[in-house]
């Protein structure tokens, strides 16, 4: 079967922050055949589904913008997620990126072979393609806590990114299951809803750091329009800054070291001068390192926490019944509505879609001892596929958007050399995904997410989901193409 490289077909699923920059760089290649199938009605990924009170980016929002579209109207130092989603959608139909996309479009089934994908929807559509995009982001799939007696609650129970907005929750008791990035969010805007009673089940206390949010004045608005470079330095210091934490939380390094502690001690500092009371300050006072679960960054949850509607009950949870929470002291903990703030399962790329590689090969059956991927983007036997944000991206606290980029960037090197006959197919080589492993392993050691505590950051191994090592050495390294590894 002939294809066309100078303009083969592409195939991208998902519609959200990676899917849209896709789009803009194969174009970039003169790639104009592209289909971007999206499963809701409207895109935007992340920013669409998370809708609970309160959502925000805790990265800065001229560092979470994409680089070569700046937003001089950011109104805050840290966006909220409505405003968020507003420029993803501007940036959508400003280059152009609706003409290509299919909204409604849920993915069933991906299928190589021949050197082609098959791709078939929930609608009955068929789709065939010559390059495969997973643009569905990393943390997609809500994850549900498996305590007795929850599908029994009589309220109203719900996930914070199945978030009913029309849900009126004045005069509400409520209860919040989880302490992480999300609940600190939306606990204090429930705390501060008129004639609330809100009750956080917390299992483990989580390491804090102060995240002042101040609006963006018209007068630096307009600074930012007519002199963008004001827009690029707050984005350098924000990344320079995000920079330093992950070289804090990957590096034993006698700097590395220091960083960490010097992160640690502004964190207790922030906790011990926000927090009165001794009491509720030992029960939020983490007993593990600093940043070994990503680090929760707000300014809202301790002056909410200690407001007189607002219960931290740290007993564990022994079980729900229909009327609330039952904690291991016995006591019932009486709910109209119960929010699970309990996360998401960072393992389930694609899923629930079929899909298989050369040879009929499962994702499942692939990824049965290990979830790998060389460079988080190539899965060995699932050729000219690209799994972006892929296990072992630089996740933690910096920039996602800056992350997709270098991806994206990283598989147009090698779309260009499958497009001049380089590469037969875009596939690592057995020894290239051993030896990448094999690197990762070496760091996951030196890394703080490996000392002792439970987080998403790690696999059902305990070995990090994350990128083991500095952000620089990670951009170096995807900005070196190593046409050796790759099967020729
Ligand atoms: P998360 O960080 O995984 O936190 C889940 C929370 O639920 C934890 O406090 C966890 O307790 C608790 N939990 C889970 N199962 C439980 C159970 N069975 N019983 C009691 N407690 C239970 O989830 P998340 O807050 O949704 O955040 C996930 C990620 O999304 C973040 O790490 C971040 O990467 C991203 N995020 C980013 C932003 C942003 O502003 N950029 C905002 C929100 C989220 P343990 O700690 O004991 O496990």
Known sequence: MSVNRENPAVLIIGAGMTGICLVIKLRELGITNITVLEKAETIG??????????????????????????NPDWSTFFAGGKEIHEYYQRVFYKYGVNFVTKLGEAVNSCVYQDGQWTVKTAKGNTYVADLLFSATGILHQP??????????????????ARWDTSLDLKGKRIG?????????????????????????????????????????????????????????????LSLWTFEQGTSALTSDSWWGSKM????????????????????????????????????????????????????????????????????????LHELDILVLATGFDPAAFMRPMEFRGRDGLSIDDAWKTKVQAYRSLLVPQFPNFFLMLGPNSPIGNYSVIAMSEIQADYCMELVKLWQDG???????????????????????????????????????????????????????????????????
């Open 45 to 70: 990924g992340t920013w669409r589904e998370n809708r609970y009170p309160g959502v925000a980016c805790d990265v800065p929002s001229h560092a979470y913008t994409y680089s070569f579209e700046p």
């Open 143 to 160: 994850k549900y806590p498996d305590i007795p007696g929850l599908d029994s609650f009589a309220g109203i129970a719900m996930h914070s």
């Open 176 to 236: 919040v299951i989880g302490t992480g990035s999300s609940a600190a969010q939306l606990i204090p805007e429930l705390i501060n809803t008129p004639g609330t009673d809100v009750t956080v089940f917390q299992r483990t206390p989580q390491w804090l750091v102060e995240a002042k949010n101040k609006p963006y004045t018209d007068a630096q608005k307009k600074r930012f329009r007519e002199q963008p470079w004001r827009m690029a330095l707050v984005r350098r």
């Open 260 to 331: 960490h502690a010097l992160f640690a001690w502004n964190a207790k500092r922030y906790l011990e001068q926000s927090i009165q009371d001794p009491l509720l300050r030992a029960k939020l006072t983490p007993d593990y390192k600093f940043g070994c679960k990503r680090v929760v960054m707000n300014e809202t949850f301790y002056p909410a926490i200690q407001k007189p509607n607002a219960h931290l009950v740290t007993e564990g949870i022994e079980r729900i019944e229909p009327t609330g929470v039952v904690t291991k002291d016995g006591k």
């Open 422 to 488: 380089k590469l037969r197919e875009i596939e690592a080589k057995p020894e290239a995904v051993q030896g990448w492993m094999a690197m990762l392993k070496s760091k996951m050691g030196h890394t703080v997410w490996a000392s002792g505590c439970q987080s998403w950051y790690l696999d059902k191994d305990g070995d990090p989901l994350t990128w083991p090592d500095s952000w620089k050495n990670w951009v170096a390294l995807m900005r070196d193409v190593k046409l050796s590894d790759l099967v020729s």
